[in-house]
């Protein structure tokens, strides 16, 4: 199915973050169906105020606001929903809802929460992607009577399947950019760096977490005296110029 320029470029961003946070989770979830929850509760990120929290997945602070992992962090923001507490009543309310530092954080928390929380137990190491998105719906994650049924009409039109269990090694799943990094810079750009510094620099021990600290300093340094480059450990021009080259 062709896809707006909008709705392509939501994909590109969504899917590679959802292939590796399954993998990273043991592949007990189907990225597929992360996918599509995520094009659903957001509306293919055109709600705003989830775009702005980064919080595609619709996931609400809770009674307690208990941390399953540690990506959410405890920020919160307020907005409306709709809810059907007896499978076909519609009821709007608004409740305090989870915001997170990068749609990565938002993707990793959802799957903490799948993976840990008992009641989703049913939703993992299932055989097919309908089984458990049913699994997640009974768990209690969504009160709509046709979620299930929503969710796999998103798998099928846009054959979301194909994106399950695959995870290229080879090619920076993050946006390409220029931006000048240094330390204490966050986000997908810094991801996009760690990639390249870890998978082909060399410097394995390298986390590809989006936070620009001490180590990710110390392994941009040592690229540019390798390079004879300006030694001040932040990534412009001439430092991606090199970076990009390996």
Same mark, same amino acid.
């Given at each position: 199915?062709?896809?707006?320029?909008d @709705?392509? +470029? $939501?994909?590109a961003?969504v899917i590679?973050?959802a292939q590796r #946070? /399954?993998?990273a989770?043991?592949n007990k979830l $189907?990225?597929s169906v992360?996918?599509a929850?995520a !094009?659903?509760?957001?509306?293919?990120g055109?709600s705003k105020?989830?775009?702005?929290a980064?919080?595609?997945?619709?996931v609400?602070?809770g009674?307690?606001?208990? @941390? $399953?992992? %540690?990506?959410? @962090?405890g920020?919160?923001y307020k907005t409306?929903t709709?809810?059907y507490?007896?499978?076909?009543? /519609?009821t709007k309310?608004?409740?305090?809802?989870? #915001?997170y530092?990068?749609? +990565?954080? /938002? %993707?990793c928390?959802? !799957?903490?929460?799948l *993976?840990t929380c008992?009641?989703?137990k049913a939703?993992?190491? *299932?055989?097919?992607p +309908?089984?458990?998105i049913?699994a997640i719906?009974? =768990?209690?994650?969504?009160?709509?009577?046709n979620?299930?049924? #929503?969710? !796999?009409k998103?798998?099928?039109t846009?054959?979301?399947t #194909?994106?399950? =269990?695959?995870v290229?090694?080879?090619?920076?799943?993050?946006p390409a950019?220029?931006?000048v990094?240094?330390?204490g810079?966050?986000g997908?750009?810094?991801?996009y760096?760690?990639?390249i510094?870890?998978n082909? /620099?060399g410097?394995?021990?390298i986390s590809?977490?989006?936070?620009?600290?001490?180590?990710? +300093?110390?392994a941009?340094?040592?690229?540019q005296?390798a390079? @004879?480059?300006t &030694?001040?450990g932040? &990534?412009?021009?001439? %430092?991606w110029?090199v970076l990009?080259s $390996?």
């Amino acid at each position: 199915m062709a896809l707006s320029k909008d @709705k392509a +470029e $939501f994909l590109a961003r969504v899917i590679p973050i959802a292939q590796r #946070q /399954a993998k990273a989770h043991g592949n007990k979830l $189907f990225a597929s169906v992360t996918i599509a929850q995520a !094009m659903h509760e957001s509306g293919w990120g055109t709600s705003k105020k989830m775009i702005a929290a980064n919080a595609l997945y619709g996931v609400k602070v809770g009674a307690s606001a208990y @941390k $399953f992992g %540690t990506a959410w @962090k405890g920020a919160a923001y307020k907005t409306g929903t709709t809810e059907y507490y007896d499978g076909k009543t /519609a009821t709007k309310i608004t409740d305090w809802f989870r #915001q997170y530092d990068s749609i +990565e954080d /938002a %993707t990793c928390d959802y !799957m903490d929460i799948l *993976c840990t929380c008992k009641r989703y137990k049913a939703a993992l190491n *299932c055989s097919t992607p +309908e089984q458990s998105i049913k699994a997640i719906v009974a =768990g209690g994650y969504a009160t709509g009577p046709n979620y299930a049924t #929503q969710i !796999m009409k998103i798998i099928n039109t846009y054959n979301l399947t #194909q994106y399950d =269990g695959k995870v290229d090694s080879k090619v920076n799943p993050y946006p390409a950019t220029t931006k000048v990094l240094r330390r204490g810079s966050k986000g997908d750009a810094v991801r996009y760096l760690q990639w390249i510094l870890r998978n082909k /620099a060399g410097f394995t021990s390298i986390s590809v977490d989006g936070s620009f600290g001490p180590a990710t +300093e110390k392994a941009v340094v040592s690229v540019q005296e390798a390079y @004879k480059l300006t &030694v001040d450990g932040v &990534v412009g021009k001439n %430092t991606w110029s090199v970076l990009k080259s $390996f």
